[in-house]
T-cell receptor, first 115, second 113 residues
Framework: DTEVTQTPKHLVMGMTNKKSLKCEQHMGHRAMYWYKQKAKKPPELMFVYSYEKLSINESVPSRFSPECPNSSLLNLHLHALQPEDSALYLC??????????????FGPGTRLTVL | AQSVSQHNHHVILSEAASLELGCNYSYGGTVNLFWYVQYPGQHLQLLLKYFSGDPLVKGIKGFEAEFIKSKFSFNLRKPSVQWSDTAEYFCAVRSYNTDKLIFGTGTRLQVFP
């Protein structure tokens, strides 16, 4: 299995809803990432988990809450989002965060719309 | 702070034309360099990468890139584009001692038959 999967593909939520995005990889990778990509813009890093521990938080608002229950799974819990949070949320993984020769593999993303 | 510049925002070519997309970065230390492609409706895929060694890197689908350290550049090239190369192309840089990947603003390539 050489891919990163993300569910759901699409999500529409209201500003008072609580929802979660899920990301999974079975490549034995020990680093996982969340990115946000607005239309016609590059992906922007949100969080990095390294060996299941949060290693980088790019000053993301607390209405986004990441969780890494195990080395294969990464969640992003959403609560009280704003319409400007509508975007494509990308998950990625890489083999060894301590190895500089490290490339990231991206999932297809979850397209989130906040009403 | 690190930044990545892609000066070509939108490129339109006919099939069989040659392609060169510019990428410049600002960081003085050792870097890893990447080009990713995002086909319409598909996820980001790695085209090629540079970590060390030969500065001319060959990737998938006939793409290559050249790392010129003195110019802080990593331009992407393809001698003859195809309609199927229509996509968004992102250059990305990671400094050697971090796990943060910084993307350029992207270049939208349209190839007409």
């Amino acid at each position: 299995d050489t891919e990163v999967t993300q569910t759901p593909k699409h999500l529409v939520m209201g500003m008072t809803n609580k929802k979660s995005l899920k990301c999974e990889q079975h490549m034995g990778h020990r680093a996982m990432y969340w990115y946000k990509q607005k239309a016609k813009k590059p992906p922007e890093l949100m969080f990095v988990y390294s060996y299941e521990k949060l290693s980088i938080n790019e000053s993301v608002p607390s209405r986004f809450s990441p969780e890494c229950p195990n080395s294969s799974l990464l969640n992003l819990h959403l609560h009280a989002l704003q319409p400007e949070d509508s975007a494509l949320y990308l998950c990625a993984s890489s083999q060894d965060p301590q190895n500089s020769y490290n490339e990231q593999f991206f999932g297809p993303g979850t397209r989130l719309t906040v009403l | 702070a690190q930044s990545v510049s892609q000066h070509n925002h939108h490129v339109i070519l006919s099939e069989a034309a040659s392609l060169e997309l510019g990428c410049n970065y600002s960081y003085g230390g050792t870097v890893n360099l990447f080009w990713y492609v995002q086909y319409p409706g598909q996820h980001l895929q790695l085209l090629l990468k540079y970590f060390s060694g030969d500065p001319l890197v060959k990737g998938i689908k006939g793409f290559e890139a050249e790392f010129i350290k003195s110019k802080f550049s990593f331009n992407l090239r393809k001698p003859s584009v195809q309609w199927s190369d229509t996509a968004e192309y992102f250059c990305a840089v990671r400094s050697y001692n971090t796990d943060k990947l910084i993307f350029g603003t992207g270049t939208r390539l349209q190839v007409f038959p």
